[in-house]
């Protein structure tokens, strides 16, 4: 069985700071991590995945994530935050012998200007 | 090109009633999902289909809840005996099929049993 935990249930930052969003996992085989976006009243969005190339995923708006396998980590930056950056992120994983997705709780991000 | 759709976007039914939910996947895509969202929490899964059948429906709670996917592509999530528990957003998505393919999510049914 995997899961993921996402520490922090929200988050507020000042706009232009760094954003960071932690996630931590759980699984007996390699995993794949995910991150999805969900604004307001619209459907999830992929951020950026790890699966397993190189560590440092770079994704949509800014955004990138490390995957540190000896810290079972896959935290979320972005160095320099946007009023449009509010919204609610979840942390996701699957693996070769798991397809669906084990979700975090999420983490609710708000900027302030 | 079009994405993930679902119908209807809102349902509001009373308790006792049967609803379906109709999920219309990205052309192509060979592998559909169910989850359920319920507030402030994370999406749960239900069932994944490859194709027409069902590889996992691990994640449906009872036996009132039950999806067909009968030509491979659009999915109906059928729940019988609706309960006050089971308003959720119901979310589809689709992708290729592998683990570590991307999965499209579409914008969700809100359901609401009174």
């Known amino acids: 069985a995997q899961s993921v935990t996402q520490l922090g249930s929200h988050v507020s930052v000042s706009e232009g700071a760094l954003v960071l969003l932690r996630c931590n996992y759980s699984?007996?085989?390699?995993?794949?991590l995910f991150w999805y976006v969900q604004y307001p009243n619209q459907g999830l969005q992929l951020l950026l995945k790890?699966?397993?190339?190189?560590?440092l995923v770079k994704g949509i708006n800014g955004f990138e994530a490390e995957f540190k396998k000896s810290e079972t980590s896959f935290h979320l930056t972005k160095p320099s935050a946007h009023m449009s950056d509010a919204a609610e992120y979840f942390c996701?994983?699957?693996?070769?012998?798991?397809?669906?997705?084990?979700f975090g709780a999420g983490t609710t991000v708000t900027v302030r200007a | 090109g079009a994405g993930v759709s679902q119908t209807p976007s809102n349902k509001v039914t009373e308790k006792g009633k049967y609803v379906e939910l109709r999920c219309d996947p990205i052309?192509?895509?060979?592998?559909l999902y169910w989850y359920r969202q319920s507030l402030g929490q994370g999406p749960e899964f239900l069932i994944y289909?490859?194709?027409?059948?069902?590889?996992?429906d691990s994640g449906l709670p009872n036996d009132r809840f039950f999806a067909v996917r009968p030509e491979g592509s659009v999915s109906t999530l059928k729940i019988q005996r609706t309960e006050r528990g089971d308003s959720a957003v119901y979310l589809c998505?689709?992708?290729?099929?592998?683990?570590?393919?991307?999965?499209?999510f579409g914008p969700g049914t809100r359901l609401l049993v009174l």
């Open positions: 998505a689709s992708s290729f099929g592998g683990p570590q393919e991307t999965q499209y």
């Open positions: 699984s007996s085989v390699p995993p794949y």
């Open positions: 790890y699966t397993s190339a190189a560590t």
């Open positions: 996701a994983v699957t693996s070769s012998n798991d397809y669906k997705l084990s």
């Open positions: 052309s192509g895509h060979t592998a």
């Open positions: 289909f490859q194709g027409t059948g069902a590889a996992d």
